[in-house]
């Protein structure tokens, strides 16, 4: 049956037009229930539980179903959901009109009157329905609503219906539900007092006007990590000028959470402010104490001299609230028997959360998620409630779930319907395979990578021709082989983005049959392959270049050492050995080119755990070696980047995928020229090629580890390299790499952007068919957003499993007494580097109950003088490290100084390892 449905609408121009909506409706869709006779094969999409919801309800002692209306859904699931929810609710609910629940709106009845109206009927003609089916069982359908006025219409026409907590608070097997209930509103639970802390967020309407006014600015909210009393918000918008804004204080802050979007308002410029030099850590429990807060204000500044000074705002409202829920611990109220307790985010940029619970005693020494209800003007944290307990702290387990829910890392098995779309086993290449492929199975090809490795990308080889020249291949898995454009498969390894590598655990972004098996690049196996082949001379100058999709054999799987030992041997001359040499040698003179172009070489400390066998506990620790077989994979890597990347862009020029690195603005490389200069340095940063020199030259005899530290120091200036569409930008420039255009080809196993990439390169040399999705800029823009976040996301998350990693490693080893080099100087703090194990950590000189030392800090220098001793950046200090338990949230590893000796400051080099968490035991033992 249609249904019309006509309106008019004003245009722009003035005139009036006639618009008709038409709802089809069918009288053929069952309800839902299995084994329902009347509807007997009409059901079709989603259908209801098999089993009604268990009748331990004290309101409803029956078998029945629920029937939330639109606002519960809002307020009570989308607050524990992932952002993206709503929508997966709606398809999962979506379901064609139906002729007998179909509600037109009536004359003067507004949309939301008209929708909560038409959810009574479905409520109502559910149970008609259900009555007819099981008489003498009572099933029914609950209304559940948290409107009032709906509530009582509800009831009026008989329709059993109770509020969310009416529901929650009846479950009488379930007691622990009713900590999960979202708060209503923002005024909901809030503390008792009259006293206003924020002011008010001004309506969304007069945010846009003043944004289009430009009162106001629109960015996003970052809060710091090191001071919880300081933020910067990132104007969005073209204008380059503002484009950061500090906010400092409490106020100012005004309730915004960290990657809000936020209108701001810049204050006077005889009211801007320094970034802070503080680290300050939010770790009070009364959380009425805002005297102490003001205090603490007034730390955060400096005497500078004004070129130091940034822009500086407030907010004066939200525009977009991202929360999400978060992953911490309970810090139980000191209150007996209060319910009332302060959650604390395991990411120090999320405020603390107030919760009621009742299960506190339980939650206490566990990692729990909790959401955000609301944050009231008269409250120093948000509201929230308690969603789920994942463990005990300092679990394994439950700590590595906790790190991939912080960082948003997709990590659920792969599904059925993914894995519906894999090839069946066994494998081999077929005929079909071999089409548009070339045969390059008799070359002599091998792949080098770190130990242990099962998700092999890349192959390669070097072989002379008979006009004297070399042939070398670079040979990638050909994974989009496997992986067909739009399917579930393919959907996944989009929305998954890359491969996450932990310490113990590797979140693959394919499933495991393709990354560890059919297209892992292991020896002795035939498989298929992309690859890009150059015909160089003797000096590695590029004479062709050819792109084919292939089949090859490898015939050796090496570690980076077996291969530096193979080309090392006087011993060894087989075809293997014999191809390393010879990608050896152009990879010196590729790489001295590249340096020459100014390419950077910079530098970060990388450490590897070796883990017991049984236990899997981190039992050494070191940095990792670099040999010159890294160079060469790595150069030849990059060299088929550039190629492709030149031929994508060639065929593409509108939707080439392509990756860059913006250069850095000046005030980024402040601190390295200041560094470098307290060294009698000079480090320019006009271009890279300047920058690279410059480094190049920092070099002291006295001092061989000074060129190391400052190319991790300038490694800290640089921006993020990221992945965007070619007609989208029109800066294609990698500083780092030194190369006008760049793209990643060599690792499709674990980068979604390299699927993408050999893509359109199989339809720029013929091998493969176009999709529209691929030449769709915007849509390649909009993979390009989830793919930048992905890969940010990954990095945080294989950061934080090194330092859950290293604090095992320091529980089992205990007090240790290291050397250490500064790399920066806070006002009360220096945090330091120690290169044995590539661990950076702060040393504080302001401790609690203790007396304060004299400290002066000089922001130019930049030093920071401690009672007579002067630190300056990359001084050499000897410090103790020891795994601080005593916050078991906050679990960290705690550094004291040992050397240089300052009376009251310095730990003597004697001292006896104390338990630094006996302070904690002794308190839990008064508690007993």
Known sequence: MLKSKTFLKKTRAGGVMKIVREHYLRDDIGCGAPGCAACGSAHEGPVLEPQPLDPASSLCPWPHYLLPDTN???????????????ASVASSLRLPGSLETYVEQEQGENANDRNDRAIRVAAKWYNEHLKKMSAENHLQVIFITNDKKNKEKAIEEGIPAFTCEEYVKSLTANPELIDRLACLSEE?????????????????SKLQQGIKSGTYLQGTFRASRENYLEATVWVHGDDEENKEIILQGLKHLNRAVHEDIVAVELLPKNQWVAPSSVVLHDEGQNEDDLEKEEERERILKTAINEKMLKPTGRVVGIIKRNWRPYCGMLSKSDIKESRRHLFTPADKRI????????????????????????WPRNSRYPNGHFVKNLGEVGDKETETEVLLLEHDVPHQPFSQAVLSFLPKMPWSITEKDMKNREDLRHLCVCSVDPPGCTDIDDALHCRELENGNLEVGVHIADVSHFIRPGNALDQESARRGTTVYLCEKRIDMVPELLSSNLCSLRCNVDRLAFSCIWEMNHNAEILKVRFTKSAINSKASLTYAEAQMRIDSTAMNDDITTSLRGLNKLTKILKKRRIEKGALTLSSPEVRFHMDSETHDPIDLQTKELRETNSMVEEFMLLAN?????????????????????????????????????????????????????????????FPYLNTLLRILATRCMMQAVYFCSGMDNDFHHYGLASPIYTHFTSPIRRYADIIVHRLLAVAIGADCTYPELTDKHKLADLCKNLNFRHKMAQYAQRASVAFHTQLFFKSK????????????????????????????????????????????DDEIPSLKIEDTVFHIFDKVKVKIMLDSSNLQHQKIRMSLVEPQIPGISIPVDTPNMDINEPERKKKRREK
Do not use: C, M
């Not at 050397?819 to 009360?828: G, Q, S």
């Open 72 to 86: 519960v859904l809002l307020h009570q699931i989308l607050r524990v959901w992932r952002p993206g929810t709503w």
């Open 188 to 204: 909901g639970n809030e503390i008792e007092s009259g006293r206003i802390i924020f002011s008010e967020h001004l309506p969304l």
């Open 351 to 374: 405020p603390r959360i107030r919760i009621e619970t009742r299960q506190a005693s339980t939650l206490e020494g566990r990692r729990i998620i909790v959401a955000i209800d609301g």
């Open 642 to 702: 550039i190629s492709v990347a030149k031929k994508i862009h060639e065929e593409f020029s509108e939707h080439a995928l392509l990756r860059k690195h913006p250069a850095p603005p000046p005030s980024n490389y402040e601190i390295l020229v200041k560094a470098a200069k307290s060294k009698n340095l000079e480090i320019k940063t006009d271009t890279a090629k300047s920058l690279a020199d410059s480094l190049d030259r920092a070099d002291s005899p006295t």
């Open 814 to 857: 205990g007090i240790v007494s290291e050397e250490a080099y500064i790399l920066f100087v806070r006002k009360n703090a220096i945090v330091v580097l120690i290169p044995k194990y590539g661990l950076e950590g702060t040393v504080f000189f302001e401790e609690k109950d203790k007396p304060k030392p004299r400290l002066i800090y």
